[in-house]
C-alpha cells in the first residue's frame, strides 16, 4: 500500500487564519482543498510537507451567485456541483461540460474548483512511486537534473491537466488571490506560466479565494470537449474550450479557444481576430482548427501519442463549436 | 435432473459482496511479522556490493536477507531463476534483500535503507536483438539467449502451398498486458514447534507447490501444508511459485515468526507475470473455394530475464495453428527468447489469444481473396463430432459449427454483413472470429487427475473434499450442485472443503479449464458411489428392491412414497451392529494423453468451440473504436450453472476487449511506464457492451452431465473479431494491438481511408 508521509492538519476559520499558517509553516507546508490531487502526490512522495492547512472549516469560500455582472465561484465549490448547478448550467455551459468531464464520481465528489485551477502539472515520469522515479533517475520538476521527455531540455513540459482551465479562460475569469499583503485581481490568462515545474503566478503563501466570471454577453455560447481513454474516469489527453460572442446578424463579436492537456500552460489560443465580424462557418472552424493546430507543439510527457494528441485538435475543435451552447438569461 | 442447469447463486457470493470474506492481506496471526522486498532498480547489472547495515538500525526490524544469508536453490520451469540474487540482476523486478519487521512500514523503510552497488551490463530489451550473434548474455551458460525452441508438423507445407489457390502473409504482433487481480499477490509462512511449515498461500497447484518448495527451501514435501484462503483473483497468474514465496519461508525460518508478505499495487504492477509479448509470423493458404490448405507459422516470444510456465504456451499455440478448423498441413516453429524485461508467464488463454488473433484475422483474408462471406469459409472449414485432427486432437464433441450459426444469428450477421454502414465520420461494421482450446485439462503430467471425498453426517449433511482449487471461478458452487444433484438433497445441505492439502486428496491444481470436467468428474464418482451405498443399505434394511430405490428431497424414495429420510438412515447405519460410515472417495484420470516429442496425442478427452461475432463502430476522424455489441455462442457441452456461465463469458469476454482495445503494460528500457490503474487502461463499465451469450450444448459424453470446461475460452476469440470487425467498417487490417485510438487513426491515414487533417 502507498503510505502518507506524516504531517500535521490545521483548519483554519478564516482565509486570514489560513495566509498566516502558510506563512508560518512557509517552506514546508501545502493548502489542502478535497485533496485528490495533493493526497496522491504526497503518497508518491512528490510533496512531504509537515504541515497540511485545510480550507473545508473556512467559511464562505462555497458560494455560487450572479451579482454585479458577474459569475462568482468560490474555490470550494466541489466538482460535482459545479457539473449540477443551474446557474452554471444556464450561464456558463462549457464550464458545466467540463466539470462533468473531469475524473470520476467520487474524485468529482470530493475534488474542488480552487484544486483544480492549482492542479500540479502531470507527466508520465514524474507522477510515480518514488522508488519507481529512483529507478530511471530522478528528473527537472523533483530533484533531479535532466529530463526524460526532452533528453536535451532545461525546461519541463509536463502537462496542464486540469479541464475548468480552458473553460474559464474562454469565458475570460478573473481570479482573486489572499496575501499577507492583503488580496489582488488577476486574469486567469495571466496566473499561468509555461513552467512544468510550476505553473502557477501563486506565492506559497497565497489562497485562491474566488472566481469571477464576466456574465456572458447576450449571444455568448460556449462549449467543450475533451479526449481520453475511458470516460469513467481518465485525466484528459487533450481537452479544448471555445467561446464567442454572436451579434444579431450572426457575425462573431469575438472567438475564444483553449487548448489544454498538452503543455506545461492551458493555451488560450491567439490570432484569431481575424474572425471578428464574420460568421462562423464549417470553413472558418476548420481555419480556427488549423491555427489552433499550429501552436500547439506537445511531447510524450503522457503516455499517449503526442502526434495524435496535436492532429486532434481541429476535431476537438470543431466539435466543440457543433456543441456550443448559447448562456441562457438567469 | 433439477439442479443441473439451473440459476444458482455463487456459494462465495454473499461474502465476498458483503465484505465479510476474509483475504489473506485481511490475516493477522499472533506474533506475525511483515515482509518486504527490496527490488532491483536496474534492468540488468552486477550487484557489486549490498550494505544491510542500515536497514538493520531500522527499529522493529528482526532480519534482513540476501542472497548471501540463505541457500539459494535455482528454480521455475528453466531453472535459472533464484529466491534472491546474489551477483546480478536481470529485469526491474529481481530481488535483491527482503527485511522482515514488526510493521510494514519499518520493514519498507529497513529496504529503502539498504545500500546497493551496481556496475551495469549491456541491456537487451528485443526479442531480434536478444538473437542476435553476439548479443549480450543474460544467462551465462545459456547460448545465443534461446532457452527454448517449438517446432510441430504435420502433413506437408510445400504440398499445401502447391494446392493453394489463395496465399495470405503476415505478421502480427502483441503486447504485454497484466492479470490485474483486485487482490495482489501474497504469503503467509509460519513454521511450527516441530519445524512443520505452513503455507497460505494463494497458488492454484497446491500440489505441485508443495513438492516445488519443497526443493527450493530444503524440506520434504510431507512437512509443508498449503491453506489456499480465499483468493482475489488468479486468471493463470498463480500457476508458478515466485521467489516471494520461498523469500517468506526463508525469513520465517530466519525470524522463527510467522511472516506475510503482501505485494503493493505498485509491486504487483512491475513484479508479477505478463501475457507473452509476441511477434507472430504466419502464412495460410486456401484452394479456389476457399477450403484451408495450409497453415506456416513461426513465432518469437519475449520470455523476459526469467523462464516459467509462460515459456510452455507454444504447446497451447500450436494446437490452434494446427487444428481450429481443418488444415491438411501445418508447422509451427517458435523461438522463446531472453530478454531483461519484465518476464511473462501464464495468462487465462495461455498463448491462444495471441495465436487466435493471427489465424482468425488471416481466415477473414482469405475470404475476402476467395470472395466469400467470411461466415462461409469458416463454416466450408469447421470440423465435426468425430473428427480427429492433424495433430492427434479427437473431438469427441465438437459444436463449432453451431457457435458460428448462433454467434451470425445473434448479431445480425447477414444483413449488417451485407451492408455496412460505410458514410459518414462513423463506419459500422461486424467481425467474427472462433477459438478451440482445451476442454477437460491437458495432460502435461503422468496424472492430469483429480481425488474427492464424500461423506454424509448423521444429520445427512453432505460433505464433499475436493482436491481441486476455486479461484473464483464458482468450482466450489458447480461441484457442490453436481453432489447434491446425485444425492437428490438441497444445494445448503452440502459443504464443499477445498482448501487445504492436509485434508483434501490429490489434483494438479486450477488451469487448462480443467476443473468443472476433471474435479467434476471426481465428484460425480465419489457421489454416485455414495449414492449406492445408501440404496444398498436402505434396501436391505427395509427389504426392498434396490433398483426400485432412489433419492429425492432428502429421502430415500421408492417411486412417489417415502421409505426413509436420508439423515435417519446414516444414523442408522452408525448405531446399528457392526456400525459403517458413509464416506467415499475418487479418483478420476481423464482420458487424454501426454503428447510426444513431436507434440502429438489426444491431450485432452473434449475440447471447447466458441465463435463470437462483434459490431463495431470506428470514428474516421479520431480512430475511437467501439465496440456496440459481442454476440457469444460457445461449446460448453452442458450449462452446469447458468448464472455463474454468464459471469465467466461476461468476464472474459471483457478481459478480451481490454487487450483488443486498452490494455497494455507500457515498457520502455526494460522499465514499467503505467504501474498503476490510473495508467494502466482496464475497461470501465461505459466501454463494455451488451454482450449476447448462447450456449451449444453439445453433451459431451465423458464430461459431467456432458459438460466441458469453458474458464479460459470467452476471453481468446475477441481480439481477432473486433480486428476482424474493424477492416469491415474501415477497409483497414490492424495486425497490432491494442486498437488503441492512435494506432487506428494512424492506420487509417496510412491506408488512404482518410486524409491526415492537415495535410
Ligand atoms: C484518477 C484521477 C482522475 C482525475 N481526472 C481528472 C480530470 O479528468 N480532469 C481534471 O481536471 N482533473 C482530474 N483529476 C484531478 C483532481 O481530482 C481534480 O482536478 C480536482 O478538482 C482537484 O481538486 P482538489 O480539491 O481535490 O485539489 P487538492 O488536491 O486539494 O489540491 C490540489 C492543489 O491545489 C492547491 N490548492 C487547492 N485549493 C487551493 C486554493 N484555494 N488556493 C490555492 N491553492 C489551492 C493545493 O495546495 C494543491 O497543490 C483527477 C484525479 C484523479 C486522482
Ligand atoms: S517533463 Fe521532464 S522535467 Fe517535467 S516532469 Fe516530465 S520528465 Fe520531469
Known amino acids: ?330 | 435432473m433439477t439442479l443441473i442447469g439451473a440459476r444458482i447463486p455463487k456459494l462465495d457470493g454473499p461474502g465476498k459482496a458483503t465484505g465479510e470474506t476474509r483475504y489473506l492481506s485481511d490475516l493477522e496471526v499472533p506474533g506475525m511479522l511483515h515482509g518486504v522486498i527490496r527490488r532491483s532498480d536496474r534492468v540488468h547489472a552486477r550487484i557489486v556490493s549490498v550494505d544491510v547495515s542500515k536497514a538493520l538500525e531500522v527499529s522493529g526490524v528482526h532480519a534482513v536477507l540476501t542472497a548471501r544469508d540463505i541457500v539459494n536453490v535455482p528454480f521455475g520451469h528453466g531453472k535459472d531463476n533464484t529466491p534472491l540474487k546474489g551477483d546480478r540482476v536481470r529485469c526491474i523486478r529481481d530481488e535483491i534483500a527482503a527485511v522482515a519487521a514488526e510493521t510494514e512500514s519499518a520493514a519498507a523503510e529497513a529496504c529503502r535503507a539498504i545500500r546497493v552497488e551496481y556496475e551495469d551490463l549491456p541491456p537487451v530489451f528485443t526479442v531480434e536483438d536478444a538473437l542476435k550473434p553476439g548479443a549480450p548474455e543474460i544467462h551465462a551458460g545459456r547460448a545465443g539467449n534461446l532457452p527454448f525452441t517449438y517446432d510441430y508438423a504435420h502433413g506437408d507445407v510445400a504440398q499445401g502451398e502447391a494446392d493453394s489457390a489463395h496465399v495470405v502473409e503476415g505478421e502480427f504482433v502483441l503486447q504485454f498486458m497484466t492479470h490485474c487481480c483486485m487482490g495482489t499477490s501474497a504469503i503467509l509462512a509460519a513454521f511450527d514447534s516441530e519445524g512443520r511449515l505452513t503455507l497460505t498461500s494463494l497458488t492454484q497447484v497446491p500440489f505441485l507447490y508443495r513438492r516445488d518448495m519443497a526443493a527450493i527451501v530444503g524440506m520434504s514435501p510431507e512437512d509443508i501444508r498449503v491453506i489456499q484462503p480465499p483468493i482475489g483473483g488468479a486468471f493463470g497468474s498463480k500457476l508458478d511459485i515466485y521467489p516471494f514465496e520461498p523469500i517468506a519461508v526463508h525469513l520465517a525460518r530466519a525470524t522463527r515468526r510467522p511472516v506475510r508478505i503482501v505485494f503493493s499495487r505498485h509491486e504487483e504492477f512491475v513484479s508479477s507475470p505478463t501475457r507473452q509479448p509476441m511477434r507472430v509470423r504466419l502464412r495460410s493458404g486456401c484452394d479456389g473455394k476457399g477450403r484451408l490448405t495450409f497453415r506456416d507459422a513461426q513465432l518469437w516470444l519475449d520470455n523476459g530475464g526469467y523462464t516459467s510456465w509462460g515459456a510452455t504456451t507454444p504447446f497451447v499455440m500450436m494446437q490452434t495453428f494446427s487444428s481450429l478448423y481443418r488444415v491438411p498441413h501445418a508447422r509451427f516453429h517458435t523461438k522463446v527468447a531472453y530478454t531483461n524485461n519484465p518476464y511473462s508467464g501464464s495468462f487465462r488463454g495461455y498463448g491462444n489469444l495471441q495465436a487466435t488473433f493471427a489465424v482468425e484475422s488471416q481466415l477473414d483474408l482469405l475470404a475476402e481473396k476467395v470472395g466469400v462471406d467470411p461466415l462461409e469459409l469458416r463454416l466450408m472449414n469447421s470440423q465435426e463430432t468425430g473428427e480427429k485432427t492433424g495433430q492427434g486432437l479427437e473431438f469427441v464433441s465438437c459444436g463449432l459449427r453451431d457457435c458460428l450459426e448462433s454467434a451470425a444469428e445473434m448479431s445480425g450477421w447477414r444483413a449488417k454483413r451485407a451492408s455496412p454502414a460505410l458514410k459518414g465520420n462513423v463506419r459500422r461494421g461486424v467481425g467474427m472470429a472462433s477459438m478451440l482450446h482445451v476442454g477437460g485439462g491437458a495432460k502435461i503430467y503422468r496424472s492430469d487427475g483429480c481425488g474427492s471425498v464424500v461423506s454424509i453426517d448423521d444429520f445427512g449433511k453432505v460433505t464433499l473434499v475436493t482436491g481441486s482449487t476455486d479461484i473464483g471461478q464458482g468450482s466450489e458452487t458447480v461441484l457442490a450442485q453436481m453432489v447434491a444433484e446425485v444425492l437428490g438433497v438441497a444445494m445448503d445441505r452440502v459443504k464443499v472443503i477445498n482448501s487445504d492439502t492436509d485434508v483434501k486428496p490429490w489434483d494438479v491444481g486450477v488451469h487448462a479449464s480443467r476443473t468443472s470436467y476433471v474435479a467434476g468428474n471426481s465428484a460425480l464418482l465419489a457421489a454416485n458411489e455414495a449414492k449406492a451405498k445408501l440404496l444398498t443399505a436402505a434396501a436391505d434394511l427395509y427389504e426392498l428392491p434396490k433398483g426400485e430405490l432412489s433419492l429425492s428431497g432428502g429421502f430415500i424414495m421408492r417411486g412417489a412414497e417415502k421409505v426413509d429420510a436420508l439423515d435417519k438412515l446414516v444414523r442408522t447405519l452408525h448405531f446399528t451392529g457392526k456400525g459403517e460410515l458413509l464416506v467415499t472417495h475418487s479418483y478420476f484420470e481423464p482420458a487424454s494423453v501426454k503428447q510426444d516429442a513431436g507434440f502429438f496425442g489426444n491431450v485432452s478427452p473434449t475440447y471447447a468451440f466458441g465463435t463470437h461475432a462483434v459490431e463495431v463502430e470506428v470514428e474516421l476522424d479520431t480512430g475511437q473504436v467501439r465496440v456496440l455489441a459481442v454476440s457469444a455462442a460457445h461449446d460448453v457441452g452442458k450449462v452446469l450453472n447458468a448464472m455463474s456461465l454468464e459471469g465467466q463469458i461476461e468476464g472474459g469476454v471483457v478481459m478480451g476487449l481490454g487487450y483488443s482495445l486498452t490494455e497494455e503494460l507500457k515498457i520502455r528500457e526494460g522499465k514499467v511506464l503505467n504501474p498503476s490503474f490510473r495508467d494502466y487502461h482496464l475497461l470501465t463499465a461505459p466501454e463494455v457492451p451488451p454482450i449476447h451469450f448462447k450456449a451449444i450444448e453439445t453433451e459431451d459424453p465423458s464430461g459431467p452431465f456432458g459438460a466441458k470446461g469453458v474458464g479460459e475460452a470467452p476471453a481468446i476469440c475477441v481480439a481477432a473479431a473486433v480486428a476482424n470487425a474493424v477492416h469491415h467498417a474501415t477497409g483497414v487490417r490492424f495486425t497490432e494491438l491494442p486498437l488503441t485510438p492512435e494506432r487506428v487513426l494512424n492506420g487509417l491515414i496510412a491506408a488512404g481511408v482518410v486524409r491526415d487533417p492537415l495535410a
Not at chain 1, 9 to 23: G, K, M, N, Q, R
Not at chain 1, 25 to 39: C, I, M, N, P
Not at chain 1, 210 to 238: H, M, N, T, W
Request: some cysteine; glycine content about 8%; hydrophobic content about 45%.
Open chain 1, 1 to 330: 500500500m502507498l503510505t502518507l508521509p506524516p504531517f500535521t492538519y490545521h483548519a483554519p476559520a478564516t482565509v486570514s487564519e489560513a495566509v498566516a499558517l502558510l506563512a508560518e509553516h512557509r517552506g514546508d507546508v501545502k493548502l489542502l482543498a478535497g485533496g485528490t490531487d495533493l493526497l496522491p502526490n504526497m503518497k508518491h512522495r512528490l510533496f512531504t510537507p509537515a504541515h497540511l492547512v485545510g480550507l473545508r472549516s473556512v467559511r464562505g469560500l462555497a458560494e455560487i451567485a450572479e451579482k454585479d455582472g458577474a459569475v462568482r465561484l468560490g474555490p470550494m465549490v466541489s466538482i460535482a456541483r459545479l457539473a449540477r448547478d443551474p446557474l452554471v448550467e444556464q450561464r456558463l455551459p462549457s464550464l458545466q461540460a467540463a466539470a462533468q468531464a473531469i475524473a470520476g464520481p467520487q474524485l468529482r465528489q470530493m475534488g474542488t474548483l480552487g484544486g483544480n485551477l492549482c492542479l500540479d502539472t502531470r507527466c508520465v515520469f514524474y507522477n510515480q512511486t518514488a522508488f519507481w522515479r529512483l529507478a530511471l533517475g530522478y528528473c527537472l520538476k523533483k530533484d533531479g537534473t535532466v529530463c526524460h521527455v526532452v533528453k536535451a531540455g532545461k525546461r519541463c513540459v509536463a502537462a496542464a491537466s486540469n479541464d475548468t482551465a480552458p473553460a474559464l479562460l474562454t469565458l475570460g475569469a478573473r481570479i482573486r488571490v489572499a496575501g499577507p499583503l492583503g488580496t489582488r485581481d488577476v486574469a486567469l490568462a495571466d496566473f499561468y506560466f509555461a513552467d512544468g515545474v510550476r505553473n502557477l503566478g501563486l506565492q506559497e503563501d497565497e489562497v485562491l479565494t474566488g472566481i469571477e466570471v464576466p456574465s456572458p454577453e447576450a449571444g455568448q455560447r460556449s462549449g467543450f470537449q475533451k479526449l481520453r481513454v475511458r470516460e469513467a474516469v481518465d485525466y484528459p489527453s487533450l481537452s479544448v474550450a471555445v467561446s464567442s460572442a454572436l451579434d444579431a446578424g450572426g457575425n462573431a463579436r469575438w472567438v475564444r479557444v483553449a487548448v489544454s492537456a498538452l503543455g506545461a500552460r492551458p493555451h488560450l489560443v491567439g490570432s484569431l481576430e481575424s474572425l471578428t465580424g464574420s460568421k462562423l462557418t464549417s470553413a472558418a472552424v476548420a481555419e480556427i482548427g488549423r491555427i489552433a493546430h499550429r501552436q500547439c507543439h506537445p511531447l510524450t510527457n503522457i503516455n499517449i501519442d503526442p502526434a495524435w494528441r496535436r492532429d486532434l485538435i481541429p476535431v476537438l475543435v470543431k466539435r466543440a463549436f457543433e456543441t456550443c451552447r448559447l448562456a441562457r438569461a438567469s
